[in-house]
């Protein structure tokens, strides 16, 4: 049997990311750069398999067993995640299982990708255990890897995006120019594998399906565009590309996608995976206009980001026509002072009012929301959880303030000697050992125990849980209540006295 050419190893760690979160809660999505990197190498002859770890349950020993019997002429360990932060969250998860494998077979080459290692490349070969790292978005420079590789005297220089260990004249980290970025999307990250994928594992997140829970599976995650040409500070998406870029599909070729995973394996539940999928009018009405026709667009259950400067009213019943049911709002402080600082200039009113006009037309909202930006103290994080509670959307995410790598925020950290977290779970939103930034006001700690106690205090608001039970019904109500009742376990919280609380009815102002 011919060598493997390529094994795509999406890692795991979601009880680490999670806690008991994890289990029954969080979303379960298909590796969305496993199958673009797939569907290049496809093209282009090489053999590949993908082994969904996170999916599958398969932690780093097995997973090192298995590469032991595979022998695949490169492992590519993709380090991307379901949103930008993912990336470094899951960098614990993906160096465990590089160290495993290694320790399993000390020949293998391994070369891991993502978000968080094109931010940091170099520091990424010095404290893993892989022999490449990519510096760019990846599918160029493992094929160009895959064939050196084949050679049987691979140069290394001519891979570009491409960062190794050079033993010459000494070993030392080199580093080759990223490739241009792909333009061609339809063509070279098309991502049609899903025969690749265990796509029974899948399933979407709770919220997504309030009212109607068993709809979870089947459940498929699909991306229309690549990039994002705004430059919020928190915000690392752009890393691997290295510009503010927005690159677009052809809706025609999106709606093929989702009729294809509709008539083959029934999904019916969908995220869009853009980072900015509401932004340009035309893309997203080619799309919309297209899914709407299909006989099962009634059927559909879609979610979709936005922000709340590009959503035009005039697009919300297309939007709806076409199954999107949520839209995720990236609204972040309830100060306007916060906000411009963030870049993130709205008016509290105009947010209010975009809001209400989404819920008129049927289409639920998930407000994000961020403690612990730069400009923050107490009162604007009080703000914050104020404007949550005025919006009442249907969910919300609450979020700690973290400087990403790749992002602005991070190099900030750096030229300000902010303190970090320690190990890279510690950038999860839901570890045990998460540690946001402090601001000038407020500790690290203040604002986990705020962000923590903002949560409990709007799930289990009498506002948010009457509105859930007449929109939702008795069960999704219940589904809430026991959600909360999960409480995260906080390493910065253990021996920490009070901080500065949300004022409601669990917290006194």
């Not at 932060?85 to 494998?101: D, K, L």
């Not at 399906?209 to 919020?232: E, H, M, V, W």
């Not at 995973?261 to 995976?273: A, E, F």
């Not at 709340?308 to 995720?328: C, E, F, N, Y």
Request: hydrophobic fraction near 40%; aromatic fraction near 10%; include cysteine.
């Amino acid at each position: 049997m011919p060598q493997l050419d390529l094994l795509l190893i999406n890692p795991g760690g979601r009880d680490l990311i999670y806690q008991d979160l994890g289990e029954d809660l969080a979303a379960v999505e298909p590796p969305l750069w496993c199958r673009l990197i797939a569907g290049y190498a496809l093209d282009r002859g090489y053999s590949v398999k993908i082994i969904d770890s996170e999916a599958e349950h398969k932690g780093p020993d097995a997973l090192a067993q298995e590469v032991a019997e595979l022998k695949p002429r490169l492992v590519g360990m993709i380090v991307f995640g379901h949103q930008p932060s993912a990336s470094t969250q899951q960098m614990a998860g993906a160096g465990e299982t590089c160290r495993a494998i290694k320790a399993e077979s000390p020949e293998q080459k391994i070369l891991i990708a993502g978000g968080h290692v094109a931010a940091l490349p170099e520091r990424t070969m010095h404290e893993e255990a892989v022999d490449f790292a990519c510096n760019g978005e990846g599918p160029v420079t493992i094929a160009q890897l895959l064939r050196e590789l084949s050679t049987g005297n691979p140069d290394f220089t001519t891979v570009e995006g491409l960062v190794w260990w050079d033993g010459k004249p000494f070993r030392q980290v080199r580093g080759n120019p990223s490739p241009a970025l792909i333009k061609d999307l339809d063509a070279d990250l098309h991502g049609n594998v899903w025969h690749l994928l265990p796509m029974s594992k899948y399933r979407a997140h709770n919220w997504q399906c309030f009212g109607n829970l068993d709809t979870r599976q089947p459940y498929a995650s699909i991306y229309t565009s690549l990039g994002c040409p705004f430059k919020c500070t928190f915000c690392c998406i752009n890393a691997p590309f290295g510009v503010n870029r927005y690159r677009m599909r052809n809706p025609a070729r999106v709606v093929d996608e989702i009729d294809h995973l509709y008539h083959t394996y029934g999904v019916k539940t969908y995220k869009i995976i853009d980072e900015m999928f509401v932004l340009n009018d035309r893309h997203v009405k080619g799309i919309c206009e297209l899914l709407s026709a299909k006989p099962y667009a009634a059927e559909l259950n879609i979610w979709a980001y936005a922000r709340v400067d590009t959503i035009k009213m005039g697009q919300l019943p297309l939007l709806r026509s076409a199954g999107i049911r949520w839209l995720a709002l990236g609204i972040e402080s309830g100060s306007e002072h916060v906000r411009d600082g963030a870049e993130k200039s709205l008016d509290q009113s105009d947010i209010v009012d975009i809001v209400n006009q989404i819920k008129n037309a049927d289409i639920n909202v998930i407000g994000n929301f961020i403690f612990g930006l730069p400009d923050d103290d107490t009162e604007t994080m009080r703000q914050t959880f104020d404007l949550a509670a005025e919006l009442n959307c249907e969910f919300a995410n609450f979020y700690s303030a973290m400087a990403y790598p790749g992002s602005r925020l991070y190099n900030l950290a750096l030229d300000n000697h902010w303190e970090l977290p320690e190990k890279w779970s510690g950038y999860s939103q839901h570890s045990y050992d998460c540690k946001p930034l402090r601001t000038e006001k407020v500790s690290a700690a203040e604002v986990l125990r705020f962000r923590d106690a903002a949560f409990h205090d709007y799930f289990e608001g009498p506002r948010y849980l009457s509105s859930i039970s007449e929109k939702f019904g008795l069960e999704t109500r219940r589904h809430v209540e026991n959600m909360t009742r999960v409480r995260l376990r906080r390493k910065l919280l253990d021996h920490q006295h009070d901080g500065p609380q949300v004022g409601s009815s669990h917290a006194a102002v």
